[in-house]
């Protein structure tokens, strides 16, 4: 094999042991509709009404917290004032700088 071949194989692994590797390091997230590959959620963003389209969402998954990712950005839709309360004021010190 050739040089050029060989540079190719080990860059190849090279790049699919550190896609593996970052895929186990994930922390668990709320649940959320499947997305796709690079674009994520996007076409899961409603234009209009959009209250009503994540409450929806919720009750589909059973959930008052919804993950989706747009394009690359995580987002957390938060559905119930029990759940911002948790999450902004009992845990807020654990999401400060």
Do not use: C
């Amino acid at each position: 094999m050739s040089l050029l071949a060989y540079t190719s194989l080990a860059a190849l692994a090279y790049l699919l042991l550190r896609w593996l590797n970052k895929r186990q390091r994930r922390l668990p997230l709320p649940p959320g509709p499947k997305g796709y590959p690079i674009i994520g959620n996007l076409f899961d963003m409603p234009t209009s009404f959009v209250g009503h389209h994540f409450e929806r969402v919720g009750k589909q998954l059973d959930t008052d917290i919804i993950y989706l990712n747009v394009a690359g950005t995580p987002t957390i839709i938060l559905n119930s004032f029990e759940a911002s309360f948790e999450l902004m004021e009992k845990r807020s010190n654990i999401y400060a700088s």
